[in-house]
């Protein structure tokens, strides 16, 4: 699994392999080249915002460009598309309290059917990631604009600048839309020096040329709750990198300290940054992320909703 600074959102393998000593001076030359075109895009693609207070407020041309680049060619929208997210299955999520919640046997992670409120975020552009690299929840607020991820998903170096995320997303679809972000909100501690107990962000976000339509109301959304008890049942949802379906797990979600819960279950890659932890059917306790970026091949991980993120729910819904 790749380091935390990383996170989930991004893994390479290191090459392998040899090569012929005459040609190794061209290939570290290209190589060279590579990498400084490789930092170029990456810089093209950030923006420094105020990392003293975490809050990026989003051009709005720039957004409009970043959705025209993930539907000419990445994605495409329904043409026929669901008119109320709300009233679609919602990928097997119960309420545990109401009985018939098991967890998943074995405690791997499996593909499972896209839901409205749950989605990829891309990045379009030459910036070194995938065409989605993270997950996103759409998360119940009084504007119905907004959605919740990794910090380590939109900041690093600056904030990211080219996102955009299609809720619902499955197999080069997305039928609720793509939305770009008007501002984005993280941690100032993540922003200081990528503290992985602050390892959260909020979006808010609009739909380009849907003026007035709100996110909430085509997707419907989860409820967020802070300082929710510990041990409890929870799932996991997010999108591999390279995969164009979602994969969940049914686990217990345990502490992991005062910070951070962790979540037993193999095989959640890189991509699920971001996804949400949900218990009780649709109560949001987490996103993937936070110690080791996420966690390894056999554990994930998330912040705790405590004080801190609630005070940033509220900045992120009332500014």
Same mark, same amino acid.
């Given at each position: ?8 959102? $991004?893994? $390479? ?30 810089? @093209? ?36 598309? +669901? ?8 990928? /097997? @999520? ?29 990045? +379009? ?17 009084? @504007? ?15 904030? $990211? ?10 197999? /080069?679809?997305? +039928? #609720? ?55 409890? +049942? ?55 992320? /936070? $110690? ?8 994930? #991980?998330?912040?705790?909703? /405590?004080?801190?993120?609630? @005070? ?8």
């Amino acid at each position: 699994m790749s380091s935390r600074v990383q996170g989930r959102e $991004r893994g $390479r393998t290191a090459a392998r392999g040899s090569v012929a000593v005459g040609l190794l001076c061209t290939l570290v030359l290209a190589g060279a080249g590579y990498v400084a075109w490789e930092l170029r895009g990456i810089a @093209a693609n950030r923006a420094d915002g105020d990392p003293a207070r975490g809050v990026y407020q989003q051009d709005p041309e720039r957004a409009d460009r970043t959705a025209s680049a993930v539907l000419d060619g990445i994605v495409r929208e329904d043409p026929d598309p +669901p008119t109320d997210g709300k009233a679609f299955a919602d990928g /097997g @999520a119960v309420n545990w309290r109401s009985g018939g919640w098991e967890p998943s046997d074995p405690l791997e992670a499996r593909p499972a059917p896209a839901e409205p409120a749950i989605g990829a975020l891309f990045s +379009p552009g030459n910036d070194g990631d995938p065409d989605h690299h993270c997950s996103g929840v759409v998360v119940h607020s009084p @504007a119905g604009d907004l959605v919740a991820t990794a910090a380590h998903c939109v900041y690093g170096g600056g904030f $990211r600048t080219n996102l955009a995320f299609a809720p619902g997303y499955r197999d /080069g679809i997305a +039928p #609720y839309g793509v939305w770009v972000p008007t501002r984005i909100d993280v941690d100032p501690r993540w922003t200081a020096d990528q503290d992985p107990d602050h390892d959260i962000a909020f979006l808010r976000l609009r739909r380009p040329g849907y003026p007035g339509q709100r996110l909430e109301d085509v997707t419907g959304a989860e409820t967020i709750a802070f300082g929710r008890e510990l041990p409890t +049942p929870a799932r996991l949802v997010g999108y591999p990198n390279f995969s164009e379906q979602p994969l969940d797990c049914r686990t217990t979600a345990r502490p992991a300290g005062p910070t951070q819960l962790r979540l037993d279950c193999a095989d959640v890659p890189n991509g699920t940054s971001g996804g949400p932890v949900l218990t009780d059917g649709h109560t949001l306790i987490g996103v993937i992320g /936070g $110690r080791d970026g996420g966690g390894d091949d056999e554990t994930s #991980y998330s912040i705790h909703f /405590g004080d801190g993120v609630r @005070a940033l729910y509220e900045r992120s819904t009332h500014s």
